[in-house]
Each structure stands twice: as structure tokens, then as C-alpha cells.
């Protein structure tokens, strides 16, 4: 069964204090790996997709890197506005669709 | 940025009443998704959908849930009986054609069955 565990389940930053999330996965054939941000109340947003070990993609402060067994999410002298849950999600290519399955997410607070 | 939207955005019920969720994916979309996520829990894989109809469905999607696309533009997840335990948030998510493809997921409806 495809599985995503991710931690720590919640950290605590001080703005400019960088840090990284993990995401520990294990699926029958990785199709990608998703990073997903979630503000409260809203819907995930789509930061990353990853397709094989090695591979890394960055966006202003984030950086999001890849190997066999797990994912990294670097966050670089992160500022208040980058707290959010950080979601992981796997796409198995076992699946008839695009079809996302999800870690239970790393809530990230950013003290000014 | 074109943009999933549903509606509405709260929606309160008596247990045992049916209630539908409605959905509008991007337009040029064409596989659909239901997910949940119950107050403090993952977000939780309902159903796929694509070509009119289910391609997967999880678990947790029995027969009390069914999804429909009843024209060009909506989609629609209908709850026949709702229970106390399907109070949720309840995200519609659609995807383009190729593999890998993100998912664009919708704010949500807050579901609250009293």
C-alpha cells in the first residue's frame, strides 16, 4: 500500500532561521512527488513536483529535493508569511489517474 | 490563473439528509477528484473520475456517495444519507491529460452534520 510520513509534525521557526520538512514515502513505482502548501480554511496549493532521485526544484525561499525514500523541503531565512501546513503526496504508477495520496503534513509557524 | 471553484462554501445538515457539493473544474480539464479531510487529519482520496465516469475510488467512498458530471462545466458529489462521522472539508481537485499532471484543488466546502 502506498504510503507518505512526514516530519516533524509541527516546527517552529524564527524568521530567518532555516529548517527542512521531511516526507518519507514508500510506493509501488513513484510516478511523481508533490509538495502542497495549505493555508487555513483553503484548498492545497501546488508548489513542487518531483520525478526521480536526485532532482531538485526551488522557488524563492523553498527548495524541494528528491531521493529513493524520501523528500526534502528546504525553507531558507523563511519570513512570517511562510507559515502554512506543508503537504507531501505521492503519485503511484499503479494508478489509472493522477490520483494523490497524502502525508498528514508538517504545520510550519514563522515567528516574526 | 485559471482556478477550481465551489460551492458553497459552508454547508450545515441534519444527519440522514442528502446534500450535493457542487464543483466547476478548469475548463480544459478532464479528469476530476473528490478529496476530504476531517478537522486535524490528511487529506483523504474519494474518487476519479474521467470519461464520465469513476476511474478509482477509495475505501470511504460506499454507496452513499455517488459523483456526477450533469453537464459541460459542473461536477457534483452527492451524499445520500449523511452521517455524524462525513462532517469534513470536502475539496474538488481536477487534473489535465498527461501522467505526472498536478492537481488544482478548490477552497473547499466545510460540511457540518448535526
Known amino acids: 500500500e502506498d504510503q507518505v510520513t512526514q516530519s516533524p509534525e509541527a516546527l517552529r521557526l524564527q524568521e530567518g532561521e532555516s529548517s527542512s520538512l521531511n516526507c518519507s514515502y514508500t510506493?509501488?513505482?513513484?510516478?511523481?512527488l508533490f509538495w502542497y502548501r495549505q493555508d487555513p480554511g483553503k484548498g492545497p496549493e501546488f508548489l513542487f513536483t518531483?520525478?526521480?532521485a536526485g532532482e531538485e526544484k526551488e522557488k524563492e525561499r523553498l527548495k524541494a529535493t528528491l531521493t529513493k525514500k524520501e523528500s526534502f523541503l528546504h525553507i531558507t531565512a523563511p519570513k512570517p508569511e511562510d507559515s502554512a501546513t506543508y503537504l507531501c503526496a505521492v503519485q503511484s504508477q499503479g494508478g489509472a489517474t493522477n490520483k494523490l495520496i497524502f502525508g498528514t503534513g508538517t504545520l510550519l509557524a514563522v515567528q516574526p | 490563473e485559471p482556478e477550481v471553484t465551489q460551492t458553497p462554501s459552508h454547508q450545515v445538515t441534519q444527519m440522514g439528509q442528502e446534500v450535493i457539493l457542487r464543483c466547476v473544474p478548469i475548463s480544459n480539464h478532464l479528469y476530476f477528484y473528490w478529496y476530504r479531510q476531517i478537522l486535524g487529519q490528511k487529506v483523504e482520496f474519494l474518487v476519479s473520475f474521467y470519461n464520465n465516469e469513476i476511474s478509482e475510488k477509495s475505501e470511504i467512498f460506499d454507496d452513499q456517495f455517488s459523483v456526477e458530471r450533469p453537464d459541460g462545466s459542473n461536477f457534483t458529489l452527492k451524499i445520500r444519507s449523511t452521517k455524524l462521522e462525513d462532517s469534513a472539508m470536502y475539496f474538488c481537485?481536477?487534473?489535465?491529460?498527461?501522467?505526472?499532471?498536478?492537481?488544482?484543488f478548490g477552497s473547499g466546502t466545510q460540511l457540518s452534520v448535526l
Open positions: 481537485a481536477s487534473s489535465g491529460t498527461t501522467t505526472n499532471e498536478k492537481l488544482f
Open positions: 518531483l520525478y526521480s
Open positions: 510506493v509501488s513505482g513513484l510516478r511523481g
